[in-house]
């Protein structure tokens, strides 16, 4: 049997090869494009069935596809291996390889699809025996990127430590590890700030740091937040207790509304109250041009570095 399983989705596709190995009784083998001498090598022992071989599933992950000379030496065996009752191959890439049969696709969310990566992150969660709460649907999301490697590893340490279904709010905190650099949130908090030019000065950085959709969605999340904010309460300062209360109707964490807001911890502490300086008009055109920043962006049409800039000199009119 020799498959290519197509798609974004490369989790999936390993999770879907083991749990067919495991239902089959076959020796699971993976190989990545680092492994491939050891792949080309194993590919022989797929084809030569002796008196005493093992038979496997075995999953050559190879997301961008195969060269022609890799794949020749890969055709010189495919027959045999598709052939094969005893032996299974599934190549995985993101698009389908000609000459090869297509099997199952498995494809993400787009990176921006919030809503559509919170099912599935809920999804996967329930597979593993977990109910998550709201809060710990949105931390997953937004603070693993998209990349269902790092959302497994979360779910599996929390499957391993909870005794039951739901997970402590504050044990998640102390466990959960977030893999989005707390770089990308300052630079955001400082872009919209309009006291402050610090953001300019880091832009550099962060251009070379993130890709230009992982900018976008920060900022968009940001701003829509912000709406959030005014569309809830038109307070110009704010308790503990409002922010707690902002945090839970708007199912944020409570340090990030406390920035948002101006809230300090400290006595004696002033901190800028970014949402007062939009008015609801001006956040609503703004989130607007966020997204012709995803548009031009994925056109290609125009360069990300000036159209940044472009709607930082935006948020300063």
Known sequence: ????????????????????????????KVFKTKDWQEFEAFLSVLCNKTLFSVDYCCYGDFPEGLS???????MAFSDTIEQSESNALFI?????IKGLKKGKAFEL????????WKVLVKALGLELGLSLSQEQINRLVFDTGPDMWRIHNELSKFAQLSDRKTIEEKTFTDLFYSYMRED????????????????????????????????????????QLMLKIKLISSKRYFTF????????????????????????????????????Q????????????ILFLEINYKSGEKDFRSEIIGF??????
Not at 109 to 116: A, F, G, R, S
Not at 207 to 217: C, F, G, V
Not at 280 to 286: A, G, K, Q, V, Y
């Open 68 to 74: 022609k000379k890799k794949l020749s030496i890969l």
């Open 278 to 289: 939009y008015s609801r008009l001006e956040i609503e055109d703004l989130i607007d041009h």
């Open 1 to 28: 049997m020799l498959e290519v399983l197509t798609g974004t989705d490369d989790f999936s596709k390993y999770d879907y090869c083991k749990k067919w190995a495991k239902k089959e009784g076959k020796q699971f």
């Open 109 to 116: 969310p787009k990176p921006w699809k919030d809503d559509e």
């Open 312 to 317: 930082y000199n935006q948020t300063r009119r």
């Open 184 to 223: 990308l949130q300052a630079f955001v908090l400082a872009f919209i700030n309009r006291n402050s030019t610090s953001a300019m000065e880091k832009l550099n950085d962060i251009l070379l740091e993130y890709n230009p959709i992982q900018i976008i969605y920060r900022l968009g999340a940001i701003f």
């Open 241 to 276: 207790n409002d922010v707690r209360e902002l945090a839970s109707k708007t199912q944020t964490n409570i340090p990030l509304i406390s920035q948002m807001v101006g809230f300090s911890f400290k006595k004696n502490e002033f901190k800028e109250n970014l949402s007062e």
């Open 92 to 96: 995985g890439s993101e698009k389908s």
